[in-house]
């Protein structure tokens, strides 16, 4: 059994309450602001590509985006409540995948969903950092060439703390979202190394973008 749009084993009812659940949730913590959210393809295969500073984006960009979408979920997050947090994740459609080790299904699963029109979405740094998207690994650019899927940037920035780690009172969080572009990732090792690398520059771009206008505008990045 699958939802549309999604992988099997989904259930489209909860991701919709999923999706309900991430555009509101945060609200009372966070002051959030989409801009270009209209930007995201009505259909056809996207791959969405997202900066990573915080456990926060991923909630966000899922609740935010105006289509059902699986993301790439770190493998140990299923674990949490003994398994019940695993459940629902697959419930709501999302792709378990083990960091540091190469797993070629979690790719697979996320390649089908394309291919059926979906969307997925994938943080190409790996892991929680600075977000500035200074390295990022292949798995993006793997799956535009195995499905020809349009790339859709997006930029988050106001969910990191401060240095002193304390957090401010209802923070500015701004998400950007790019315009898509659909690159083309040429055969082998060097095709997929070149895609890494334009997909890479497209969001780092972005990231500084959605930076200078924080800054230009008086808000505090991270």
């Given at each position: 059994m699958k939802a549309d749009g999604?992988?099997?084993?989904?259930?489209?009812?909860?991701?919709?309450?999923?999706?309900?659940?991430?555009?509101?949730?945060?609200?009372?913590?966070?002051?959030?602001?989409?801009?270009?959210?209209?930007?995201?393809?009505?259909?056809?295969?996207?791959?969405?590509?997202?900066?990573?500073?915080?456990?926060?984006?991923?909630?966000?960009?899922?609740?935010m985006l105006p289509r059902r979408s699986a993301f790439l979920v770190k493998a140990e997050l299923y674990d949490w409540l003994g398994g019940l947090a695993g459940k629902f994740l697959v419930a709501i459609g999302q792709i378990p995948v083990k960091r540091g080790e190469i797993d070629r299904k979690p790719l697979m699963t996320a390649a089908g969903v394309l291919k059926d029109g979906g969307v997925v979405g994938i943080f190409p740094e790996g892991t929680?950092?600075?977000?500035?998207?200074?390295?990022?690994?292949?798995?993006?650019?793997?799956?535009?060439?195995?499905?020809?899927?349009?790339?859709l940037p997006v930029a988050t920035r106001g969910t990191r703390k401060p240095a002193d780690g304390k957090r401010?009172?209802?923070p500015r969080v701004d998400i950007l979202v790019g315009e898509p572009f659909t690159p083309k990732v040429g055969p082998g090792k060097t095709g997929l190394d070149q895609g890494t690398e334009e997909l890479r520059g497209e969001l780092a771009a972005l990231v500084r973008t959605l930076d200078d206008w924080r800054t230009e505008n008086g808000f505090v990045t991270p």
């Open positions: 999604l992988p099997e084993g989904s259930v489209g009812a909860l991701h919709d309450a999923g999706r309900i659940f991430g555009r509101y949730h945060l609200r009372s913590a966070f002051r959030i602001r989409v801009h270009g959210r209209e930007r995201m393809p009505a259909t056809g295969p996207v791959v969405v590509i997202a900066n990573h500073s915080s456990m926060i984006e991923p909630q966000l960009i899922f609740g929680r950092g600075a977000g500035d998207v200074g390295a990022a690994e292949r798995g993006a650019a793997w799956l535009v060439r195995a499905s020809g899927a349009t790339v401010r009172w209802r």
